[in-house]
């Protein structure tokens, strides 16, 4: 039985996954918006939305470092905390997926992630 095997693996080792993972939610806090792969992009949802969750609680000093763990450099933190502050009423669901066209090249399915406000 496969239990608990959830976690997609983007054909990277554990490491190079969290790197993806730190620099694709990195450049959606900078941007608002980016486009990349659908399996990617529902990654990036699980990993990111969490962390707009525990930004959106009180900010203590504990939270604060594990938010600034996860994340790659300072002005990600203001940025994630920003974010969870126009979000506060929401309970959920603060990145938008949408469909975009095959990639040409090689017919990967895109998706272009927007960050709600």
């Not at 959606?28 to 486009?35: A, D, E, K, M, Q």
Request: aromatic letters at 2%.
């Amino acid at each position: 039985m496969k239990h608990r095997h959830g976690n997609r693996i983007l054909s990277r080792v554990a490491s190079d996954r969290k790197q993806l993972l730190q620099n694709l939610s990195s450049a959606l806090l900078l941007h608002g918006s980016i486009v990349t792969e659908k399996a990617k992009a529902k990654e990036l949802r699980r990993f990111l939305e969490p962390l707009v969750t525990k930004a959106k609680g009180e900010m203590t000093l504990h939270r604060q470092r594990i938010l600034r763990s996860q994340l790659i450099n300072k002005s990600d933190f203001q940025r994630l905390v920003t974010v969870a502050e126009t979000n506060k009423n929401r309970p959920g669901g603060y990145l938008r997926l949408t469909a975009l066209p095959l990639r040409l090249s090689d017919g990967a399915q895109r998706v272009r992630v927007d960050i709600l406000s």
